[in-house]
């Protein structure tokens, strides 16, 4: 009896004992769901935030290096100048609302109204500050700079690239001093001098405005703004954008009035494939060399005068090939090779015959080759500089009062006043930075203080006499 007790007992104690092992086991399974939910969400959470930082566009620099004293600290357009300068408005990612506010700013010192549009999304405003004309009826001037500025390199300045500090020079360095935060402050600090000399408005409406995306192609800035019923609205009848540095020791100063057409051309070349061990006819390594022999051959003339018969950069057509893909296997010879060329075609060239010289090489080459355009510009229009621009006539005249020596030239590169002329709306580029190492884009970006506040001198020149025309 007490033998089956015994057996009893133990058999009761294992039951208790195995039962509470599967308690453990479900409670410590249930612990893991748990777990597993909470990762799950904040996860998600973590997507979302991530996500959302995103579509806000956040900036990639934060700016965390301290205002360095200078002796300009009492100069108070030099003060404003360097805040703008702080600002990070840089690609990629660029957060704007920084330059909103700060413009926000600006126009209350002058008690102007300022407008914020947003032909696109809203991360990417444009915003206008007005001075209106004592005859507002009359179409409008329009005073043009961007926001945004390029990348950076940190390792490379030997100053915070948006820091604005003032070396012992007087020299400021920051990205944005010479492309073209400092034209967008020296509007506003001439209007402001003109107003202290009691001007109070001058004949036509002044727009003041500040586009972004510009460094990126302006898809997402004057594009589409010049497109809107906003811009519609400003009436505006000439445009004053930027400009760069001397073209050569005697100081002239270059006003560009046209811009070259951008064609951004892949080609792909289709063709026989097979054994890299064969000699095989009409393969598309072959297409790709003769139309590559044909561009570096027009491309060595264009060379040649750019070179040796001093074209200026406007120009001449400059072709440079920018990406080759193809093959799959080194012993295969690939069906299929493709090369991409940007292409900047000089303002006299006829764009028809252009293309059917490109489509002749391509048949010369075997046929059978596809051309991707994947950026074909139109023909650019030119802004005339003679005496039947009235506009043109007012800038020279006031340029030369300052000084200034100028020569009317095309713009090597591109910019947005490209998008201002397709709509027959004539504009220059101009920036005063005489004395002046060109910097943009470059690292070590600067501009003398001198040199910024004589440019104020010469817009307080150049605004009356495009505004009183």
Request: hydrophobic residues 40%; glycine residues 6%; contains cysteine.
């Amino acid at each position: 009896m007490e033998r089956r007790r015994s057996i009893s007992t133990k058999k009761s104690f294992i039951s208790r004992y195995v039962l509470n092992l599967q308690f453990l086991l479900m409670a410590f399974l249930c612990v893991l769901i748990i777990i597993g939910v909470v990762y799950f969400t904040s996860g998600k959470e973590a997507q979302s935030e991530n996500s959302n930082n995103k579509t806000q566009n956040k900036p990639v620099y934060v700016n965390t290096s301290p205002l360095k004293p200078s002796k300009w600290d009492d100069n108070e357009e030099i003060n404003i100048f360097r805040e703008y300068l702080r600002i990070p408005s840089v690609h990629p990612n660029v957060d704007y609302e920084p330059c909103v506010e700060f413009l926000k700013q600006q126009a209350a010192s002058l008690n102007l109204p300022i407008a914020i549009y947003y032909p696109v999304d809203d991360q990417n405003p444009v915003v206008v500050i007005t001075w209106k004309g004592s005859q507002p009826e009359l179409p409008a001037i329009m005073l043009n700079s961007h926001m945004d500025v390029v990348p950076v390199y940190v390792e490379y300045w030997t100053h915070p690239p948006f820091g604005a500090d003032i070396d012992d020079n007087d020299d400021i360095f920051a990205r944005g001093t010479q492309d073209m935060k400092s034209v967008g402050m020296q509007y506003l600090a001439a209007i402001r001098s003109l107003q202290r000399d009691g001007v109070d408005r001058l004949k036509r409406t002044v727009h003041i405005v500040y586009v972004p995306d510009e460094e990126v192609g302006g898809k997402r800035g004057m594009v589409e703004f010049v497109k809107s019923v906003a811009f519609k609205s400003l009436n505006v009848t000439f445009v004053l954008d930027e400009g760069s540095v001397a073209i050569n020791d005697e100081g002239v100063m270059p006003v560009y009035h046209a811009e070259r057409t951008i064609w951004q051309l892949e080609f792909i070349f289709h063709g026989q494939s097979g054994h890299g061990s064969k000699l095989l006819n009409y393969t598309p390594g072959e297409k790709f060399n003769l139309v590559l022999r044909k561009f570096m051959e027009f491309r060595a003339e264009e060379s040649r005068k750019l070179n040796e018969l001093n074209y200026p950069y406007g120009n001449v057509t400059t072709i440079n090939l920018t990406k080759v893909k193809g093959g799959v296997e080194n012993n295969v010879i690939p069906a299929e090779m493709s090369a991409t060329f940007d292409i900047r075609i000089a303002v006299d060239t006829d764009l028809d015959e252009f293309n059917r010289m490109i489509n002749g090489w391509c048949t010369e080459a075997g046929g059978d080759i596809t051309i991707k355009a994947l950026n074909k510009g139109e023909k650019e229009k030119v802004t005339p500089v003679d005496d039947s621009n009235p506009f043109w006539s007012a800038f020279k005249s006031s340029t030369e009062e300052s000084g200034i020596k100028i020569q009317p030239m095309v713009l090597w590169a591109s910019s947005d006043m490209r998008y201002i002329r397709r709509y027959n709306i004539p504009a220059f580029g101009f920036s005063p930075l005489m004395n002046t190492v060109a910097k943009l884009h470059d690292h070590n970006e600067y501009i003398n203080v001198m040199t910024y506040l004589n440019g104020i001198n010469v817009y307080k020149k150049i605004i009356p006499s495009l505004a009183n025309v």
